[in-house]
């Protein structure tokens, strides 16, 4: 794994403590601990490579102006032996810093050793992490929103691991309760209406095709076996069938999407084991519940939610009975030190009851992490596409996956921050030019292959260069990439602590943009040889990142385009 970036800031950290420690001494700050101050890396890089707030944190700890701190800092700074060759005083007292020219060429011999492995750290501990995502109910098939969550839950377990925590993948099937019920009764009254045309339809059943289907599957095998059958029995022979060729499905659409788990974990195991009333049994014991007319209610309210019902009057537990017991056995039955749920943004509500019930069980509720996203609209010819889950006309996950390619569709999904709405242009998606986010990032890495062919045809090829030759590398548009490349650790670990992996998406767009303007400004070919050399090492190092940045949410990185 990378440390340069590390590295850096733990040496600067250590520049900036001992002035403060020499400027105490020389009696040109008073004696007073040592404030907290932050160190990172300036949008603007215009300025310096690292900017540094000590004095304005010292102002009230000193006593003094954070320009004259700065000043007694910047008299005591030692920054022999660091990656640094200077620091400037800017503003009212930020301390700014400037790369030694040497840390570029230690960039590219980093990305040159490590290869597929540059980017990854061990800010995760190994922590074991449970990302739980998509869960959509086996009543039919994945929507638009259930795209946009595959490739968030995907791609944000991926940048987790790449930050160091021990990562699985899984499904909650939602196979029990009401929604499953009702799926029955709709897919029931397709089984008789085939016999008897007249036979009712569900006011709020499900109408989809796959309804249907199911039903005609289901004839196909026993014809009119259970026309004359009990409701019931009727019933659950239909839920039976078609409830796993559902599950089937998912699992189908989602592995075309490149969405593979590592656990399908059933509802109706919940029930089964006996999980589900136990839970609430453990509340009672705790002295959590109270009976109000009949039903058996949570103390929420003693727990930052409101009260809300577990087991209605007739014994039935409520929706979220169920998830209180799958909770308990992700964080306690199962250990993993932290469950992140990805959720769609009409569950916000939720979270609190959640975290209260499980807050209630003596489970720290900071060990459930929610990330909530916004709606989708699919947009052609700058409208939006009509879709109706109940009316049978959605646009599925599936629709998508026929028009608009794989990659593009993952890209462009995880190119915004989930709590953003996305307006998801089906138009741009298909497009072949620059315009499109995916291929222009891709045309990046087709342009690097090219270039490495084009020289292979010249018997040049990429070799290790020396730090004197990769010092050659001083024009603005080289340096611009090679800084850009240095963070890519960083904004991976950035983007696993904001459960962010949109972020990677940006970054990797930025990587090709600058690789394009490199690529305008300075000829790999034709130059001094050991410039052309230096020029390839650069090339091949921004060919890593981007495949490994593409490769974090499972968008392909063609040699030819």
């Given at each position: 794994?990378?440390?340069?970036?590390?590295?850096?800031?733990?040496?600067?950290?250590?520049?900036?403590?001992?002035?403060?420690?020499?400027?105490?001494?020389?009696?040109?700050?008073?004696?007073?601990?040592?404030?907290?101050?932050?160190?990172?890396?300036?949008?603007?890089?215009?300025?310096?490579?690292?900017?540094?707030?000590?004095?304005?944190?010292?102002?009230?700890?000193?006593?003094?102006?954070?320009?004259?701190?700065?000043?007694?800092?910047?008299?005591?700074?030692?920054?022999?032996?660091?990656?640094?060759?200077?620091?400037?005083?800017?503003?009212?007292?930020?301390?700014?810093?400037?790369?030694?020219?040497?840390?570029?060429?230690?960039?590219?011999?980093?990305?040159?050793?490590?290869?597929?492995?540059?980017?990854?750290?061990?800010?995760?501990?190994?922590?074991?992490?449970?990302?739980?995502?998509?869960?959509?109910?086996?009543?039919?098939?994945?929507?638009?929103?259930?795209?946009?969550?595959?490739?968030?839950?995907?791609?944000?377990?991926?940048?987790?691991?790449?930050?160091?925590?021990?990562?699985?993948?899984?499904?909650?099937?939602?196979?029990?309760?009401?929604?499953?019920?009702?799926?029955?009764?709709?897919?029931?009254?397709?089984y008789m209406q085939h016999f008897e045309p007249g036979f009712p339809f569900p006011e709020d059943g499900y109408k989809g095709k796959d309804v249907t289907a199911n039903a005609e599957a289901f004839i196909e095998e026993h014809g009119d076996e259970y026309v004359d059958r009990p409701s019931e029995e009727r019933r659950q022979a239909l839920i039976s069938f078609a409830i796993p060729r559902n599950i089937q499905g998912l699992h189908d659409d989602l592995k075309r999407y490149r969405v593979e788990y590592d656990t399908w974990f059933h509802e109706s195991g919940l029930h089964e084991s006996g999980a589900v009333d136990r839970v609430v049994e453990l509340m009672r014991e705790k002295g959590l519940t109270y009976e109000k007319e009949g039903a058996t209610w949570f103390r929420g309210s003693e727990y930052g939610s409101e009260d809300f019902v577990l087991l209605r009057s007739n014994g039935v537990p409520t929706y979220v009975v169920p998830d209180i017991a799958y909770h308990y056995n992700k964080l306690v039955t199962r250990g993993f030190d932290t469950a992140i749920n990805v959720l769609g943004a009409d569950h916000h509500g939720y979270v609190p009851r959640l975290k209260?019930?499980?807050?209630?069980?003596?489970?720290?509720?900071?060990?459930?992490?929610?990330?909530?996203?916004?709606?989708?609209t699919l947009m052609r010819d700058g409208k939006p596409e009509k879709m109706s889950k109940r009316s049978g006309e959605a646009i599925t996950m599936a629709n998508l996956l026929e028009e608009v390619p794989v990659d593009a569709a993952r890209f462009l999904f995880n190119s915004y921050e989930p709590n953003t709405r996305i307006d998801f242009d089906l138009d741009l998606a298909v497009k072949e030019d620059s315009q499109n986010p995916v291929y222009y990032v891709q045309y990046a890495h087709a342009r690097i292959c090219s270039i490495l062919r084009n020289l292979a045809e010249d018997g040049i090829t990429p070799r290790p260069c020396t730090s004197g030759e990769l010092a050659l590398l001083t024009a603005p548009e080289e340096i611009e990439l090679i800084r850009l490349l240095s963070n890519f650790t960083d904004e991976i670990a950035g983007a696993a602590r904001a459960m962010d992996p949109a972020r990677i998406t940006r970054y990797v767009l930025n990587v090709g943009t600058l690789f394009h303007k490199f690529y305008n400004a300075c000829r790999v070919k034709g130059v001094e040889p050991e410039l052309t050399a230096a020029r390839l090492c650069l090339c091949t190092a921004a060919k890593t990142v981007l495949e490994n940045g593409l490769a974090l949410f499972k968008v392909s990185a063609p040699e030819r385009m």
């Open positions: 794994m990378s440390q340069l970036v590390e590295t850096a800031r733990q040496q600067l950290r250590g520049a900036v403590l001992a002035a403060i420690e020499g400027a105490i001494a020389a009696g040109e700050l008073p004696k007073a601990p040592v404030p907290e101050f932050a160190l990172e890396v300036p949008g603007d890089r215009a300025h310096g490579d690292w900017a540094c707030n000590a004095a304005m944190a010292g102002a009230r700890a000193f006593h003094a102006a954070p320009r004259k701190i700065a000043e007694a800092l910047t008299a005591h700074l030692n920054l022999e032996g660091t990656f640094f060759t200077k620091c400037e005083i800017a503003g009212p007292g930020f301390l700014n810093f400037t790369y030694d020219p040497a840390f570029y060429g230690r960039v590219l011999m980093d990305i040159e050793s490590l290869g597929d492995g540059y980017g990854r750290s061990d800010v995760g501990k190994g922590k074991r992490v449970l990302v739980e995502y998509v869960s959509a109910n086996p009543t039919g098939p994945m929507h638009i929103g259930n795209a946009r969550g595959g490739v968030l839950g995907d791609a944000l377990s991926a940048v987790l691991e790449a930050a160091g925590y021990q990562v699985e993948r899984e499904f909650y099937v939602n196979d029990a309760g009401n929604q499953v019920n009702r799926y029955g009764l709709s897919i029931e009254a397709r209260a019930a499980i807050a209630a069980l003596g489970i720290d509720p900071e060990r459930l992490k929610v990330v909530l996203m916004q709606m989708v």
